[in-house]
C-alpha cells in the first residue's frame, strides 16, 4: 500500500521540530553556563575573554535556527491578521534577543539570553509533542495500514496464483481462505463465512458476509472460504481513506481559532501594552532610559508563558488518542473543542437512534391474481439495483425465499421518492405514500395498520399492485443515550426523511423534545439553519450521505458510521461504532478536555499574572523587583504542573 505523501510531509516536519528541539537544547547549555544570571544562581564563576560575545554568537544561532518557525509562524498570522501562539512567541524571543544583543554591544543591562533559549526549547517541544499526538491518531491507523495485507490469492480460471495488492485492479477476483486477512474492499461472489470487522467497526461480534455482502479490506475471514470481487485498492481502500481522514483533522487548525490561539492573542496585546506603558511610565518618573527598557523587556520576554506552550498540545495529545481507541475520531478540533456548548441534538432516525436495517413485516397484493411472492419478485427485481436500506430489506426476504428475479431495464433513483424501472417492458415504480397522495391513487386502509412501519408501494404502469411494509427496531442504547442528553439540558430532535406516522411512534417510544418527518435532504440543512437562528448551539448525527450539507451546517456535525461512510467528508466527528450512547460520551469528554485546557491555561498564565507587575517594577518602591532568577524557578514550576495536569486527562474518561 502507498504511504501517504501526506503523512510523509508530517512526519518531516515532526523530524525538523524534533531535530531544531535537540540541536537547541545542546546549544543552551552552553548559553545557560555563559549566562552571568544562571552563574549567580548557582554561585560559580566562567568568565574568559569575549565570553560575551560567544554567548551572543550561540543565541543568535539559536534565535535564527530554534526560532525560524516561530518567526515564519509569526510572519503567517500578522500577513492573516489573525494573531495568536506564533505571534505571542515571535515578539517575546526578538525582544529577549533584541534587548539582550543591545546589552552585550554596550547597553547597561542584564542579557536575557539564557531566557531566550530556554523558551525556545520548551516551545519546540511543545510543537513536537501537539505534532507527534497528531500522528499518534494516525498512529492508531497506521496500524491498520499494517492490518493491510500486503498478497492476495488472485482467481485465473480455475488456477489461483498469490501477488501482491498493488498489482490488482478494480474487476478481479480474489480467493480468501479460511482465517485469512481479506486483502481488499470489495463484494462477495460466492461463499459464505462470517468476517471479524472489529478492527474497522469496533463491532466486536463476527458479522455474516454471504454473496453480495461488501467486505473490508483488513478484516479478518472466519471458517468460510470467499470469492471477492475486488471494489476498492490502494489509496481507494476503506482503511487509506480513514488514515488520510485523521491526517487532515490533524492539519485542519480550526476556523475558529483554537483555545490556545485566543489565549495568546490576549497575551500578546497584554505583553505589548503592558511592555510600552512600563516603559514610560518608568521614563515619566524620571528613571534612566536603561532602567526602563530593561523593566520593558522583562515584561515582554515573561508575558510568553512557557507553559503555554505544552498546555494545550498535552492535552489534545491525550484527548485525541483515547477518542480513537474508544471509535470517536476528531477531524476537527474546534468542533471537539465546542462539544460543550451542544444546547440541540438533531438525529437523523435511520441506523442511528434505530438500527437501521428494515425487515419485511408484511406484503399484500392488491390484485387478485397477484401472489405475495410474484410481488416480492417483481419489487426484488428492482430492488436488486438499490443501496437503500428499504431495498437491503426487500432483498433479505426474497434471499429468505430463494425467489428468482428477472433483469430490470432503465433503472431510475428518483431522490426522496423511490425508484422505478423496465420489467418486460412495463415501467413498474417502487414509491412512498406521498408519491400517491400526489397523483391521487387510493391507499388501501390497512396500508397503516402499525405507526411504526415503513410502507413502500408498488405501481405498474401508474396502477397499484400492492404493498410491502418494512420496520426498522430501535437500538436499545437509545433509550439510554436520550435520557442521558435530556439530563444534560440538551434539547433532542429528530429530523427523518422517514414518514410521519413512522416518526411519531419512535419519537413517542424515545420521549424526544421533537421531530420532523418526511424531510428531504436539502431541507434538513434549513431546519439546522432555524435552530441556529433560535440561538441554539446544534450538533447533527446522521449517516453522513444524505446528510452531507446538514452536517457541514451544524455547528458540530457527526458522523455515524459504520462501514463506509466513515470516509463522510463533511462531519467534525465520526463515531465508528453507531452508539448513540457515544454522543453522550463525546460530550462529557468533550468537557473534561476542555476544562483541561482551562486548568492548564490557569497555571501556565496564572504565573504570569503575579510576574508582570512585578517585572514591570509595581513593588520597586519596597525593594521588590521580580530577579529574572525567580521568574525562571516559577516558569519551570508552571510548566511541571501543566503536564502532570494533562496526563489526569487519563482518569476523566468514562466510555
Known sequence: ???????????????????????????????????????????????????????????????IYGGKPFLVGLKDELAKKNPGMMTLIGVAISVA???????????????????????????????????KSVVKASNSLEKLVELMPTEANLIQGKETEKISVDKLSKGD??????????????????????????????????????????VIGGTIN??????????????????????????????????????????AFWLTIVSLSVGFTTLVVWVMLGKELVFALERMASVMVITCPHALGLAVPLVVAISTAISAKNGLLIRNRSAFESARKISLIAFDKTGTLTKGDFGVTRVSSVKKDLSEEALLQIAGALEKKSEHPIAVGIMNRVKENKLEL???????????????????????QIVGPNFLRKKSIEIPKEAFNDKS??????????????????????????????????????????ITGDNEETAKEVSDKLELDGYYAEVLPDKKLELIQEFQNRGEF???????????????????????????????????IVLVNSNPKDIRA??????????????????????????IPLAAGVLYGYGILINPAVGAVLMSLSTVVVAINAQLLKNKLKF
Request: proline share 2%.
Open 222 to 263: 472466519g471458517n468460510g472460504s470467499l470469492t471477492i470481487r475486488v471494489e476498492g485498492v490502494g489509496e481507494d481502500a476503506y482503511l487509506s481513506r480513514v488514515i488520510t481522514m485523521v491526517q487532515e483533522a490533524g492539519e485542519k487548525k480550526s476556523k475558529t481559532q483554537n483555545l490556545a490561539d485566543k489565549i
Open 1 to 63: 500500500m502507498k504511504k501517504h505523501d501526506h503523512s510523509h510531509h508530517h512526519k518531516m516536519m515532526i523530524e525538523d521540530f524534533k531535530k531544531r528541539f535537540l540541536i537547541s537544547l545542546a546549544v543552551t547549555i552552553p548559553i545557560l553556563l555563559l549566562s552571568p544570571m544562571v552563574q549567580e544562581l548557582l554561585s560559580f564563576k566562567i568568565s574568559f575573554a569575549f565570553d560575551r560575545y560567544i554567548l551572543f554568537g550561540l543565541s543568535t544561532f539559536i534565535y
Open 453 to 494: 412501519e415503513t410502507v413502500v408501494f408498488v405501481l405498474q404502469e401508474g396502477e397499484l399492485l400492492g404493498f410491502i411494509a418494512l420496520a426498522d427496531e430501535i437500538r436499545e442504547d437509545s433509550f439510554e443515550a436520550i435520557k442521558d442528553l435530556k439530563k444534560e439540558g440538551i434539547k433532542v430532535y429528530m
Open 97 to 131: 534577543f533584541l534587548y539582550s544583543s543591545a546589552t552585550t554591544f554596550g547597553m547597561e543591562g542584564k542579557s536575557f539570553f539564557w531566557e531566550l533559549a530556554t523558551l525556545i526549547d520548551i516551545m519546540l517541544l511543545g510543537h513536537w509533542i501537539e505534532m
Open 406 to 428: 428477472a433483469e430490470v431495464e432503465d433503472f431510475d433513483s428518483i431522490t426522496g421518492e423511490g425508484i422505478a424501472g423496465k420489467l418486460e417492458g412495463k415501467k413498474i
Open 173 to 214: 477476483k480474489v480467493l480468501v481462505q479460511p482465517g485469512e486477512k481479506i486483502p481488499v474492499d470489495g463484494v462477495v461472489i460466492d461463499g459464505e463465512s462470517s468476517v471479524n470487522e472489529s478492527m474497522v467497526t469496533g463491532e466486536s461480534k463476527p458479522v455474516k458476509r454471504f454473496k453480495d455482502s461488501k
Open 538 to 572: 446544534v450538533a447533527m448525527t446522521g449517516d453522513g450521505i444524505n446528510d452531507a450539507p446538514a452536517l457541514k451546517t451544524a455547528d458540530v456535525g457527526i458522523a455515524v458510521g459504520s462501514g463506509t461512510d466513515i470516509a463522510s467528508d463533511s462531519a467534525d
Open 586 to 611: 463525546l460530550i462529557m469528554f468533550g468537557k473534561a478536555t476542555y476544562k483541561k485546557m482551562i486548568e492548564n491555561f490557569i497555571w501556565a498564565t496564572g504565573y504570569n499574572v503575579v510576574a
